[in-house]
């Protein structure tokens, strides 16, 4: 059974910092690209960061670039998402996703269509 589980959400104060986790199991996450995206209430799901299954060259939302931090171990079927100097406006529930093309442009890595096996998502709340 294929099968990725997020975790390490929570509610953190401005500044603060968060460790997601996102394992899967029922494949090998090694051959897979990784998106972790978020979606806030009332907004569309949004691409944070992912990396390739090719190079492992990485994408980051503007938003987020010099803050947040993708890796995986593929020892451990495990991606990550560092995320510090959190902000009220990172607040959203986040979702880890494991797709897996022949080849991902940056356009298909952003989009989450081209995903396969999504999480369930955890929350991030950044509030004082």
């Known amino acids: 059974q294929v099968q990725l589980v997020e975790s390490g959400g929570g509610l953190v104060q401005p500044g603060g910092s968060l460790r997601l986790s996102c394992v899967g199991s029922?494949?090998?996450?090694?051959?897979?690209?990784i998106g972790w995206f978020r979606q806030a209430p009332g907004k569309e799901r949004e691409a944070v960061s992912c990396i390739n299954n090719n190079d492992y060259s990485t994408y980051y939302a503007d938003s987020v670039k010099g803050r947040f931090t993708i890796s995986r171990d593929n020892a451990k079927n495990t991606a990550y998402l560092q995320m510090n100097s959190l902000k009220p406006e990172d607040t959203a529930v986040y979702y880890c996703?494991?797709?897996?093309?022949?080849?991902?442009?940056?356009?298909?890595?952003?989009?989450?269509?081209?995903?396969?096996?999504w999480g369930q998502g955890t929350q991030v709340t950044v509030s004082s």
């Open positions: 996703a494991a797709g897996l093309r022949t080849y991902y442009s940056l356009e298909r890595l952003k989009n989450p269509l081209e995903y396969d096996f």
């Open positions: 029922g494949f090998t996450l090694d051959y897979y690209a």
